[in-house]
């Protein structure tokens, strides 16, 4: 039995055995996705943070969550009732999942006008996307997670 490749195997995880600086790689939209879920199963490590203003949109970075913080912008925005905005056309991938309430996403693209209410409890993976404005229709406010890599 030849043995010669398990030190390789078992040096899996460890230090770079040439001694080259360890650097943080940037999460994929997959792992982003994962963690991100994962986050709106635990609501008491967020549920704290949420602020509620009746005249805009709360947003609130949250930096405990170490897998992700690291490497990526993650943060919590809430959504006053009637509420109606914008949202900036962004070049990086966006993760985002609705966890209380509802949300209209409202896309303005060259083939017209599309409307799609959100639902809690999907993540969403977004591009670069043309014009878009999100809407909360109900009456309560409305809870969103999001994630960007660096």
Not at 120 to 143: E, K
């Amino acid at each position: 039995m030849n043995i010669d490749v398990v030190p390789d195997i078992t040096m899996r995880g460890q230090d770079d055995p040439h001694r080259r600086p360890a650097e943080p790689r940037p999460p994929t939209v997959g792992q982003l996705a994962a963690s991100l879920d994962d986050l709106a199963g635990r609501p008491a490590d967020w549920w704290p943070l949420i602020r509620f203003d009746p005249a805009r949109p709360s947003r609130t970075r949250l930096d405990r969550e170490p897998k992700i913080a690291e490497t990526a912008d993650l943060w919590l925005t809430t959504w006053p009732p009637g509420y109606r905005a914008g949202v900036p056309d962004d070049h990086d991938p966006e993760v985002s999942t609705l966890v209380a309430g509802e949300l209209l996403e409202v896309t303005i693209g060259p083939d017209g006008v599309t409307e799609r209410p959100l639902r809690a409890g999907r993540v969403q993976v977004r591009g670069t996307t043309p014009r878009r404005q999100l809407h909360n229709p109900g009456s309560t406010y409305a809870i969103t997670l999001h994630a960007r890599p660096h």
